[in-house]
């Protein structure tokens, strides 16, 4: 695929589609860790690195929000080793890289069942949020903790206790009650690893996503990478059902 390399021309196509959001499933870590010889904790940290980077280039492309896949309902049956690292390397990133991302103007936020985390982590996640609420620049939604079906039940709960009549619920109704309230459906939902599933995420908001897989490790994933994908969606025609 032919390179773009002005940012600007970048940013005149992302404008010219109307990407707003792009979703990430951050898959291949731990591939790309045993493709290297490297213990898998050494492929998550990597991870870390290119979220950094594709952070970075939507700020540069001119892509307003970025949602993240960091950690599933469904992970926490990995073995109890790599979970209590996953769940330290969470905590010492959000402290490490909280500021630096407050500098730069992101915003931080989570989707996800947060009351079921240790209260420390929850402190930490609080602390991230308050500190960059009042940004205007990405908007990063780390979903953690998350599964799309139990955020549609989680909603459905609201619904419930709510006491709305049943003949008012309208799709409006459930999309307000999701952890997503408030921000525009993916446009671009991303996969690094070479899968082909959702894996339970965004199910709601994803219905009419342009769905895009790399073979890419996710910890190879750069600003060439994510400038792939924008051109691969620019070259599609969304038709929305019609």
């Avoid at 073995?79 to 103007?105: A, I």
Wanted: with cysteine; net charge negative; proline share 2%.
């Amino acid at each position: 695929m032919e390179t773009l390399t002005s940012a600007e021309s970048i940013k005149d196509i992302v404008k010219d589609c109307n990407l707003q959001h792009v979703a990430i499933i951050m898959d291949g870590n731990r591939r790309w860790a045993k493709l290297h010889n490297y213990p898998s904790a050494v492929g998550h940290k990597q991870g870390v690195s290119a979220l950094k980077k594709t952070v970075q280039a939507c700020d540069d492309f001119g892509i307003k929000y970025l949602t993240v896949y960091a950690f599933s309902t469904e992970n926490w049956n990995r073995k109890q080793e790599e979970v209590d690292f996953l769940m330290d390397l969470f905590v010492q990133t959000l402290k490490n890289e909280s500021k630096e991302l407050h500098e730069k103007n992101v915003v931080i936020d989570f989707i996800g069942d947060l009351t079921k985390l240790k209260p420390a982590l929850q402190d930490v996640l609080n602390y991230s949020k308050n500190l960059t609420k009042d940004n205007s620049g990405v908007h990063l939604q780390i979903a953690f903790n998350y599964g799309g079906r139990d955020e549609i039940v989680h909603a459905v709960k609201k619904i419930i206790k709510s006491g709305i009549d049943v003949e008012n619920i309208t799709e409006d109704t459930i999309s307000n009650n999701l952890y997503t309230a408030g921000m525009p459906n993916p446009d671009l939902l991303i996969r690094t690893g070479g899968e082909k599933r959702i894996s339970n995420y965004l199910l709601w908001q994803c219905a009419y996503s342009e769905i895009y897989v790399t073979q890419t490790f996710w910890p190879e994933f750069d600003k060439q990478a994510l400038e792939d994908a924008i051109m691969e969606f620019h070259s599609r025609q969304r038709r929305f059902g019609a």
